[in-house]
């Protein structure tokens, strides 16, 4: 079990520039999650995805938006990238709704 | 809006010592809390969920509707307890568990 897959590991972009981070669940998870952890904080919600639906949305701005492929991959885009958007990116996929999270490496977006 | 607040940002004890690490929530309907763990270079992971009412590596966890709190306790804590230690609250009544509220985490730093 490889467990939840994210890539890239490490991003370094410009302000005003777009990034897309990629998430494969777990084998058989249907359901995956965004999270924003910032330097010193607890992971924030920003998306949930459950068979390709949104099914639950952070207080997150436009720039950001989310979709889930047939293969239940995920990707989570940002657009007109602010400093404040560095963060750690977590994924997370779970076999149902409401089955306990299961966390990927997560992906570190440091903007400059 | 739900809050989840862990007042101690880091806790050291020696090793055989009691540990509790403390969790408080605001949410007026039923939630559902959870403690992740994230052990150093190892990714978020469940610990333990209070609908189980299990007991996991030794940690229990008991949901305190009065006080609205969650605290973690350990009778005899042990050097690999040491580790980032977060609490989170689901509020969606059982139906979702991808959209987690996390309080700031608890370093815990079990001494020899």
């Known amino acids: 079990d490889a467990g939840v897959t994210q890539s890239p590991t490490h991003l370094i972009k410009t302000r005003g520039q777009h990034v897309t981070l990629r998430c494969s669940p777990i084998?058989?998870?249907?359901?995956v999650s965004w999270y924003q952890q910032v330097l010193g904080q607890g992971p924030q919600f920003i998306f949930q995805y459950y068979e390709k639906e949104e099914r639950g949305r952070g207080n997150f701005p436009d720039r950001f938006s989310a979709r889930q492929f047939p293969n239940y991959s995920s990707e989570l885009n940002v657009n007109a990238l602010l400093l404040g958007d560095s963060a750690l990116y977590l994924c997370?996929?779970?076999?149902?709704?409401?089955?306990?999270?299961?966390f990927g490496n997560g992906t570190r977006l440091t903007v400059t | 809006a739900q809050r989840v607040t862990q007042p101690e940002k880091l806790l050291s004890v020696f090793k055989g010592a009691p540990v509790e690490l403390k969790c408080n929530y605001s949410y007026s309907g039923s939630p559902e809390l959870f403690w992740y763990v994230q052990y150093s270079r190892q990714r978020l992971q469940l610990l333990l969920r209070?609908?189980s009412r299990e007991s996991i590596k030794g940690f229990t966890a008991d949901l305190n509707k009065g006080e609205t709190s969650f605290h973690l306790k350990k009778p005899f804590a042990q050097e690999e307890d040491s580790a980032m230690y977060y609490c989170a609250l689901s509020d969606a009544g059982g139906t979702s568990y991808g959209k987690l509220t996390f309080g700031q985490g608890t370093i815990l730093t079990v001494h020899p």
């Open positions: 209070h609908i």
């Open positions: 997370a996929s779970s076999a149902r709704q409401n089955s306990p999270l299961h």
């Open positions: 084998s058989g998870h249907k359901s």
